[in-house]
């Protein structure tokens, strides 16, 4: 059995402690993806309420505009 950490049945340690520093900031940097998803997540979610706002004040407008030009023409 032969591979880079394993050397006639012992392990190098040297490449075994690189081996588990590279683990440990894989780990740091999934931690912070994790954080930065549930933020975005979180922004996403308040974002959308205000959108369907905005959707209903432009939708009353344009009803509103469209009940104007409506009486208008049929004035005319």
Do not use: C, P
């Amino acid at each position: 059995m032969s591979n880079d950490l394993v050397d006639k049945g012992e392990i190098d340690l040297v490449r075994y402690g690189q081996l588990w520093e590279r683990v440990d900031q894989a780990n740091k940097k999934i931690d912070t993806i994790e954080r930065q998803m549930t933020e975005l997540l979180a922004l996403a979610n308040k974002s959308k309420g205000g959108f369907w706002t905005g959707m209903t004040i432009a939708a009353g407008i344009g009803g509103f505009v469209s009940f104007l030009g409506t009486l208008w023409a049929f004035k005319h």
